[in-house]
Structures are given as C-alpha cells and as structure tokens.
C-alpha cells in the first residue's frame, strides 16, 4: 500500500522552502535515493502497517498548560506533511511518506544514569506522570522557517524527578531508536546513528521543556516523533529529538547529532538567537510556514522572559 500523498501532503508550500541544509547534504553526496525504492514501500506493506496508523483519531484527555503562545497556530496539514526526520529521509515530505511504517508499541523507555530510582516507563505507563498538557508552542528550526504547534506533553521536570537525580548529574542526554528495518533512513550515513541530543540538567528541568505525546490533541503523527519527542521551544528544532527510546543523566556535556555532523555550524545550546547568524545564512528573520513574507526573529524565539536566565555571564556568540 502507498500512502495517500496527495491527500496528506500540502501542496502549498513554497519551493523557496527547500532546505538551506542542502548545501551540507550535497557537499556530502548522499542526499536522496535511499529511501524512494519501491521495495522498501513494500516491505512496510508486508508487514500489515497501514497509513491509517499515522493518526490515531483518539481525542487525549488534557488540561491546558501555563505556557500558550497565542500566534495563529499552523494547520495540522503542514505541521505533518512538512517534517525534519532524517531516519525516514531527508526531503519534508518523506517522513509523512515513510513513517507511518514505525511500530509504536510496545515501546519501552529507559531512563538510567547518575539517578537514585533508574528505571524503564513504557509508554502507556507515562499516563501515571499526569496531568498530561496542552502547550501551543512556537517551533523554529535552524533552517529559519517556523510554526506554531499546539502540543500535548508532560513536563519533563517531572518526569526526571521521578528518578532522582544525584549530586553528580549535570546533563541529560537522550537517544532515539536505533532500528534500521523500522527506520530505514538509518540505513544511510547522512547521519550518524542513533540520532542524540541533549541538555543540561537546568535547562531541562525548566518548566517549558516537554516530552510531548500528542499534538493538535491527537496522538503524536509517527512523522512528528512518535510516541514521545522532546519539545524545548527556545531552542532550535534539531533539539526536539524524536521517538525517544532512552534517557541518562550523565556528568559531561554529551555528544549531540547535528554538532557530530558539523560541530562549526551546530552548537550544543542551539538557543534561538537572531544576532548569531548560522555560518551560511541569516537567523535574523524567518519563514513561518503558511505566510507569505518573512517576520523577525525573536531572541529566544520569544522566551527570553522565561529563560534568559539560565544563560547568565555566558557568552551567547561563543556558546551558540
Ligand atoms: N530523531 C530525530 N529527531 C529529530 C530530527 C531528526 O532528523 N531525527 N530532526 C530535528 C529537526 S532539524 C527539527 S526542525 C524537528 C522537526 O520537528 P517536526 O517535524 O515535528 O516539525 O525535529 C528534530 N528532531
Ligand atoms: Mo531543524
């Protein structure tokens, strides 16, 4: 079975949109092709996966959170259909295409490390971590376009109290699955794999950080990071890891995907910033998808309220 592209995937998005990033993917030569091969289609067909699977309709039970951004929210049309996913390829639309083939359940979640109670949630156990919030967040990706997402999500404080940290936790670093048949972006080197991220205790334990489960309230679409990805929306979206298998509290700065790939042009804090410019474009203004213009940046990505403190005596050029 094909997914239906023309029904989920809009057509109105601008090829001005096309993905700066290119520019790194060309210089290393293996952008495209690994993932359009009939047989890999088929093979999720075999495997009795249907689209249907993209969007389970159930409506979740949520509660509205402190943090609303009251910008005009993006359609679920886009928010779905225009993805950075890079283990279902690299293209916006391939993650609609191709992720629907992800098996969500069971999904087991380990949490370890420098922490007193290390354990493993499974997914459907996170329902006991409530109350589960809605949070319209702005969502800016590095590639200056932008959305307004309206999440589902625990906050993820409460998630690590859960496990206590110890004195010598500075850092929580999380990976994403690592499973090439259900991936099979992974079978490429664009990145290397699993996909990593991470933050520093503080910074996780701020109270905009989530583990969001849904969007738009609805279960999280595969594409968007199924079952469970983090959302910290002052950062640029590369931090947002997708469908997260693991989770540990480490006392060194741990190694992230895309400052891996190139460490000159993505930094660990990734905080929002329209005076540091990415190395090959302007963070100034961005592109949020659906307008037509372009509109400024803001500092933060307009949480600077919120958040300006954690960075205090940094150097915000230097620590970009
Ligand atoms: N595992 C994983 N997580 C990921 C990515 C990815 O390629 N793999 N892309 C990141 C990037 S660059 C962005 S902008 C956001 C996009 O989230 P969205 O597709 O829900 O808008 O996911 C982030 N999380
Ligand atoms: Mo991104």
Redesign the pocket.
């Known amino acids: 079975m094909v997914f239906p592209k023309k029904e989920l995937y809009g057509d109105d998005i601008p090829s001005s949109h096309i993905t700066p990033r290119s520019a790194f993917l060309n210089e290393k030569s293996t952008r495209r092709n690994f993932l359009s091969s009939a047989g890999v289609l088929a093979a999720g067909a075999a495997a009795g996966l249907t689209p249907g699977t993209a969007f389970a309709d159930d409506k979740l039970q949520t509660i509205p959170g402190k943090y609303q951004a009251t910008d005009e929210q993006t359609p679920f049309s886009k928010?779905t259909t225009y993805?950075?996913?890079?283990?279902y390829g690299t293209d916006k639309s391939d993650?609609a295409h191709n992720a629907w083939r992800l098996k969500t359940r069971p999904w087991p979640i380990k949490i370890s490390g420098l922490v007193k109670k290390p354990q493993t949630i499974n997914i459907d156990d996170l329902a006991h971590y409530r109350p589960l919030e809605s949070r319209v967040y702005r969502?800016r990706?590095?590639?200056a376009w932008s959305?307004v997402i309206p999440w589902a999500g625990y906050s993820l404080s409460k998630l690590l109290n859960v496990v206590e940290p110890t004195r010598e936790a500075k850092y929580v670093a999380f990976e994403?699955l690592l499973d090439p048949t259900r991936m099979p972006g992974q079978k490429s080197d664009v990145?290397q794999w699993p996909?990593v991220e991470g933050l520093r205790l503080d910074e996780a334990m701020h109270p905009l950080a989530i583990m969001a489960t849904g969007l738009y309230g609805k279960a999280l679409p595969p594409?968007?990071?199924a079952p469970i990805?983090l959302v910290v929306p002052w950062k640029?979206?590369?931090k947002?890891?997708?469908?997260i298998v693991k989770i540990k509290l480490v006392d060194s700065q741990p190694p992230t995907t895309w400052n891996q790939a190139a460490s000159n042009e993505y930094g660990f804090y990734a905080n929002v910033n329209p005076q540091v410019d990415h190395p090959r474009w302007s963070q100034a203004t961005e592109q949020r998808i659906g307008d037509s213009g372009r509109r400024p940046t803001l500092m933060f990505n307009g949480y600077a309220d919120q958040v300006a403190h954690l960075y205090e005596g940094m150097d915000l050029r230097a620590n970009f």
């Open positions: 928010a993805n950075n996913f890079y283990e993650p969502h990706c590095v590639e959305m994403t990145l996909y594409q968007d990071g990805r640029y979206g590369f947002g890891i997708k469908s």
